[in-house]
């Protein structure tokens, strides 16, 4: 099966690649599809979101695709950045500027309320139109300064407390072990071997 992911987001990408290995899928960019028009991300949840990016570039290529839309929710900040997350201190997608603020805003509270958890849902839309949608979540804490030098986004502010680390401090094996994005997309390749192996059995003509 060959599958368009909704992303041109590398750091993104280069994880789902690694997550849905084995699947028996063929990954194809977004990038190799330029007369695609990205999707206006209205929704006000990753639910919504997550299924416009989806349907949007299943609509234009005719190909099976998968999406998500994941970020941060903070509960002192009643969910905050959310479906913000990337464009938490302004449209530029700046991870160290986002980085600042959430610092910032939560400056002075105790680490019993800094809680916070990494949602992703993942939306996988068919030619035949139906659309699955799953969800994963990371729980954990927001630090007081950044730690650590792998991953991307938050991950240097997100202790996971298991470890005792952040994120970026965990690594890619860990991290692509146990992020929010792959409690998702684990649940998005179950998808995928079910409809193959569903595939194997139907009747030659």
Do not use: W
């Amino acid at each position: 099966m060959r599958i368009v992911l909704a992303t041109t987001n590398q750091d993104k990408l280069g994880e789902i690649e690694i997550i849905l290995a084995g699947a028996g899928v063929e990954l194809v960019s977004l990038q190799s599809f330029p007369d695609v028009c990205p999707a206006d991300e209205t929704g006000r949840t990753f639910e919504e979101n997550a299924r416009i990016k989806a349907v949007s570039v299943r609509d234009q290529t005719g190909l099976t695709t998968l999406a998500d839309d994941s970020g941060l929710e903070v509960d002192a900040l009643g969910g905050l950045p959310g479906v913000r997350s990337a464009r938490f201190a302004g449209e530029r997608r700046d991870y160290d500027a986002n980085n600042r603020r959430l610092a910032a805003v939560l400056r002075g509270l105790p680490p019993e309320d800094r809680t916070a958890r990494f949602v992703c849902v993942a939306c996988l839309a068919m030619p035949d139109g139906e659309v699955h949608c799953v969800r994963g979540t990371l729980e954990g804490v927001i630090i007081e300064e950044p730690r650590g030098s792998t991953g991307f986004g938050y991950d240097p502010l997100f202790l996971v407390q298991e470890y005792g680390r952040t994120l970026a401090e965990l690594g890619p094996a860990i991290k692509n072990r146990i992020s929010h994005r792959a409690r998702a997309m684990e649940q998005i390749r179950d998808i995928l071997i079910k409809m193959r192996g569903a595939h194997a059995r139907e009747p030659f003509d």
